[in-house]
């Protein structure tokens, strides 16, 4: 199957700073990607919706400000979590379409301290 | 949107049970059926899908039927073995649009 992968794949952080993380189709081109987050013994939630060269698609109750996704390669997408709090940390996933499959990254291991 | 429902949130068998879980959906547009195995801080591992086309579909041990006129869909897992211990997620989506997770259901098997 397709591949996608995340870096970092774990990161700790102070309080107030911003933290960038990128998910990668490594064999294919994908135009869209999605963001999910889990939080500890919780399913994955979808966060956003990542179109290559458009603004990104966000649920309700995901501040945009806040989680800046930036999609500006078919193969490329980053999420960026902007003045982290202790209540950000969780488990930041991704994931990319390909022949109607979806195929997640390994995930993003956040822990702001 | 899409809202997926999943029972039991926990299940526990003995070794060489069956293990049945439930899943609803709520658009009947969605026409594709994902079941998920995710072991902690692991990405989720697909195992098996059902798309609307078809009933039912089988894997060795695994089998998911789906009844669209009732929108529900189940995996079921023969025979089971102390490594079929995990956390699954069922998921639905339509084409062209993200998967929506049912919120998992941790399953133990104890020999």
């Known amino acids: 199957g397709a591949v996608v992968s995340q870096h970092p794949s774990r990161v700790i952080c102070k309080s107030g700073t911003s933290v960038k993380i990128e998910c990668r189709s490594l064999?294919?081109?994908?135009?869209?990607m999605f963001w999910y987050r889990q939080f500890p013994k919780q399913s994955l939630m979808l966060m956003a919706t990542?179109?290559?060269?458009?603004?990104?698609?966000?649920e309700q109750g995901v501040e945009k400000d806040k989680f800046l996704i930036n999609h500006a390669s078919l193969t490329l997408s980053t999420l960026t979590v902007t003045s982290a709090h202790p209540e950000d940390s969780s488990f930041y996933i991704c994931?990319?379409?390909?022949?109607?499959?979806?195929?997640f990254g390994p995930g993003t291991r956040l822990t702001v301290l | 949107g899409e809202n997926v429902e999943q029972h039991p949130s926990t299940l526990s068998v003995q070794e060489g049970d069956s293990a049945v879980i439930k899943c609803t959906y709520s658009?009947?547009?969605?026409?594709?059926f994902p079941w998920y195995k995710q072991e902690l801080g692991k990405r989720p591992q697909l195992i098996i899908d059902?798309?609307?086309?078809?009933g039912e579909k089988k894997d060795q041990r695994i089998a998911v039927t789906l009844n669209k006129t009732a929108k529900h869909f189940s995996l079921h897992i023969t025979e089971t073995q102390p490594e079929d211990s995990a956390v699954y997620f069922c998921?639905?989506?339509?084409?062209?649009?993200?998967?929506?997770f049912g919120k998992g259901t941790t399953l133990s098997v104890s020999s």
């Open positions: 064999d294919f081109q994908a135009t869209t």
């Open positions: 658009d009947s547009a969605s026409n594709y």
């Open positions: 994931s990319a379409r390909e022949d109607g499959e979806q195929f």
């Open positions: 059902i798309r609307s086309n078809v």
């Open positions: 990542s179109n290559e060269g458009s603004k990104a698609t966000y």
């Open positions: 998921a639905a989506n339509q084409a062209g649009t993200a998967l929506i």
